[in-house]
Nanobody, 123 residues
Framework: QVQLVESGGGLVQAGGSLRLSCAASGRTFGPYVMGWFRQAPGEEREFVAGISWSGGTTRYIDSVKGRFTISRDNAQKTAYMQMNSLQPEDTAVYSC????????????????WGQGTQVTVSA
């Protein structure tokens, strides 16, 4: 089993920034890809960003391209997502996810999930 623990959520004004972290523990011998999903109230969960095992390849949904940056530190077993220029429509519970493999591809189904961290952006 792999445990994922997110941190870094909070309340921020529109235009502000937050940095989310996701620490992995347990059976973390790789390779595994990591990603972020979000779920807004009354909405389905959606993929936000994913990163390959090496960190050399990333994927984003169109609405966050140029504003969010996903990264990882394999020595620390941690993934990050820097979120800039936040907008009220970014308000959601953000969850970290991990899946065995080397590349994050469209439609990938994670093997593990974190509990989630709330991000609230006020207008």
């Amino acid at each position: 089993q792999v445990q994922l623990v997110e941190s870094g959520g909070g309340l921020v004004q529109a235009g502000g920034s937050l940095r989310l972290s996701c620490a992995a523990s347990g059976r973390t011998f790789g390779p595994y890809v990591m990603g972020w999903f979000r779920q807004a109230p009354g909405e389905e969960r959606e993929f936000v960003a994913g990163i390959s095992w090496s960190g050399g390849t990333t994927r984003y949904i169109d609405s966050v391209k140029g504003r969010f940056t996903i990264s990882r530190d394999n020595a620390q077993k941690t993934a990050y997502m820097q979120m800039n220029s936040l907008q009220p429509e970014d308000t959601a519970v953000y969850s970290c996810a991990a899946a065995y493999g080397t590349q994050w591809y469209a439609g990938l189904m994670p093997n593990y999930w974190g509990q989630g961290t709330q991000v609230t952006v006020s207008a």
